[in-house]
C-alpha cells in the first residue's frame, strides 16, 4: 500500500510539473503594444504643427503624450480650425469641439506653450499662468506671437508637418 502510495504521489508531482510548463502563457500583446507606443514615439519626434493664427504662421514642437496622441489622430483627418478668445491679456483660449485623453499637471507656461485644458479647450500662450493643463506644444519662434495675438479674437488653424 505504501508503495502504490508513494508511485501515485510520484505521478502527481510529474504531471503538475508538466502541466505547468505547458499551460506557461506568453504575453505577446504587451510585447506589441510596447512596439506600437516606440513607433508612436518616433512619429512624433518626426512631426511638427504647423500654427496659422490668422494671418502669421508658426512652428511648433509637439509633446509626447495621450493627448498629443489623440490630437494627431484628429489632424491626420483634416486640420482643425478653432476661434479663440482672448482671457485676461496673457492667453488665447477655443474649445477643441470634442473631448480629447488628458494627463493634466500643475504647470507654468511660457510663451508660445500650447496646451490642453478641461480635456477640450486648446490654449495658446503669449505670457505667463500656473495652472493644471496637459501640454501640446511649443511654438518655435514666438517672435510676432504677441503681434498676431493683438489682445483680440482670433482664428487659429492646426496642421500637422511631416
Not at 75 to 96: A, H, R, T
Not at 112 to 121: A, H, Q
Request: charged fraction near 25%; glycine fraction near 4%.
Amino acid at each position: 500500500m505504501k508503495k502504490i502510495f508513494f508511485l501515485l504521489l510520484i505521478a502527481i508531482f510529474l504531471l503538475s510539473a508538466c502541466n505547468h510548463s505547458f499551460n506557461k502563457k506568453v504575453d505577446t500583446n504587451s510585447n506589441n503594444n510596447s512596439e506600437e507606443k516606440i513607433e508612436m514615439n518616433k512619429k512624433i519626434d518626426n512631426l511638427k504643427l504647423n500654427v496659422k493664427i490668422d494671418n502669421f504662421n508658426f512652428t511648433a514642437k509637439l509633446e509626447n503624450n495621450v493627448a498629443v496622441r489623440d490630437l494627431i489622430n484628429l489632424l491626420k483627418e483634416k486640420p482643425i480650425i478653432i476661434d479663440m478668445q482672448d482671457y485676461s491679456g496673457f492667453e488665447k483660449v477655443g474649445s477643441l469641439g470634442q473631448s480629447i485623453a488628458s494627463d493634466d499637471k500643475k504647470i507654468t507656461s511660457q510663451k508660445g506653450d500650447i496646451f490642453l485644458y478641461n480635456s477640450r479647450d486648446i490654449v495658446i500662450f503669449y505670457g505667463t499662468n500656473t495652472w493644471n493643463y496637459t501640454k501640446i506644444a511649443s511654438i518655435d519662434d514666438v517672435g510676432d506671437l504677441e503681434k498676431a495675438m493683438n489682445n483680440k479674437n482670433v482664428r487659429v488653424e492646426f496642421l500637422l508637418i511631416k
